[in-house]
């Protein structure tokens, strides 16, 4: 692995893999490299709102398709000529029409009409960069799943050991961290243009939706790598799956069950969601500029309207939100949706290569045994008497592993109603069958098995706990261990044995191996590294840690997952820090705000955010002056003709 970081980062410019710098704030601490992403995020945001738009500045009327400008607003009596409401062509009174098929495929082109799924125009106040990042998402994401399909032509692992499968990864990375920025900063927007106007909340929950599947894919995505980054989210990320009893079927340290949710089945279903989104936006039209204009309607005047009674007031509602959900009859400007998607898939694309180029991606080789032994032998010894007499963190933990513990509960305890679903007696798995293994070669070991097998549970225990407290003095003379007298029996010899078998690898061997086919779940080896200090002294190292906001946090200086802020954010609330169902009430907060976010269409107060806060003013600023120029015009016109509108 040496040899593969040196390949990888010998000719770069900038190595992230030394140890990030963090920033400390009241309850938050965010790495350097999270607080650079959300800062480039947001200078992004502000760059699409405040600079100008080619072709912003055209007036209406004067462009055609050759000049690409803007055409006027068409007749009301010729609107079912546009090319958006082209009829379709199945439409006769031939007997076929009444099949299944036609009637599907007539209603299909009724709402999808080749001129809306491919349109060449679009509405003129379509004058904004802050448009480009629902295109820009698409095209990041097309790029990870292509790097994906390239990672996969090697296998599983070799991009940890081929500086070829390493580059790919890093595009990977890259494009990855690209498409959540994107689709993030998409999403501000679409918040800040109360984009579900119109009837158009469905294309605002399916937006929503695919959001929190992107995120399940990128956590399945890092719990794919088999790194220590992967082994540290998937040990701590078992809490709080395991609170709430999904964890007994989906289970994070299975690395080959995350890979296939990884690259098949979540994949699926986010291209299913992104594609009914884009979908909906063809149908339905992107939203009406804030505040609505429509000239067809009578608008009051401040007076007259705080004259309304209520009827009145939702009658003028209900005008406002028909004419908010009818297909745009203004100006309109040419679009051509295929050379905006290729260029923008070249863009995201060669930001993505020459990031990986310049920047690699982190790699930190996985934790073992066999590491934990050369590094600290005493806590694994410690550790191995911990899960003899079930005083370990696995051997007291409950659900899905056993039913010595007591489940996280709120109202009720989600852990019990799966139960024991991967059971592990921490004896029997993590000593006792390793050793069980060597014994026919180790006269001496198997004397010392037969002593403990004949003693009661309760003397083994004794055993154990005061082996427990003994090798708190350890040590050791020429890599053996050496302990003060004490009532062990016959662990001492044992344990020794144990070391012994973690020193050369073997444990990680047998751990593994406990499994009926496929080596890819390697629940057993991580959980008891977990009962350990040296694994969470690593991750500490490392900041990887819930006291340093973890979840958020890579290795090294990379940029991790700062969009995680919200369900990190409720294991550091004054009051909830400490308390034991803390991984529950993580799960219901984020849910809670999860499920705000998708309702925002119909919660009023937050929906009318958008409208309080008026950022819509900098997407639409070239057309409110526009309108303006409209309206005074429309007025001066009304007045010499003696109209009032």
Known sequence: MDALNAAGHGALAVDLNAPGSYLNWSIFTISVANLVLIAVMVVIFGAALLLPFP???RPAGVGDAEAGGDSPAPDASEAPATAYEMASPYVDADPDSRMWTARVRRRALTLLPPGKLLPDRQPGYVASWIYVFGVASLAALGVAIASGFAIALGGTDWWHTNPVGHFFNSVHLWSVELFMAFMVIHLWGKFWMAAWRGRRWLTWMTGVVAFVASIVECFTGYLSQQNFDAQWIATNGKDAFNATGVGAFFNLMNFGQMLLWHV??????????VGAHVLLVRVRGVSHPLPARYPTLRMPTPTALRELTGRQARAERRTRRAAEAAPWRGATR????????????LVALVLTVGLASLLSSPDVPPATVRSWVQVAPSDFLGTAASELDGTSGTAGYGPPYNSNGTP????????????????????????LDPLAKSAPTDPQLAAALRIYDAATPAQQDAWAAAYNKAVQKVTFVNGSPVLPRAADGPVPVMLATELTLARSGALDGDLSAQQPFYGTDFTRPLLFLADGQYYANQAAAMNLTGDTWGVMNETGSYPGQ?????????YHVPGWE?????????????GLATLLLLL?????GLRDIPRLIPVHRLIWRSWGDRAEGTAEADGDRSARSGVTR
């Open 578 to 590: 400490n308390s034991f169902n803390l991984d529950l009430i993580a799960i219901y907060m984020t």
């Open 600 to 604: 925002v269409p119909f919660l009023p």
């Open 408 to 431: 996280q509960s709120l109202l009720f305890a989600p852990a019990n109603i799966t139960g024991v679903r991967q059971p592990i007696d921490t004896a029997k798995t993590f000593v």
């Open 562 to 570: 700062p969009w995680l802020w919200l369900y990190q954010l409720w």
């Open 55 to 57: 072709g912003r500045h």
């Open 334 to 345: 040419r679009y051509d949706i295929l050379k905006e998607g290729t260029i923008a898939a």
């Open 264 to 273: 098949v089945l979540i994949p699926v279903v986010l291209i299913a969601l």
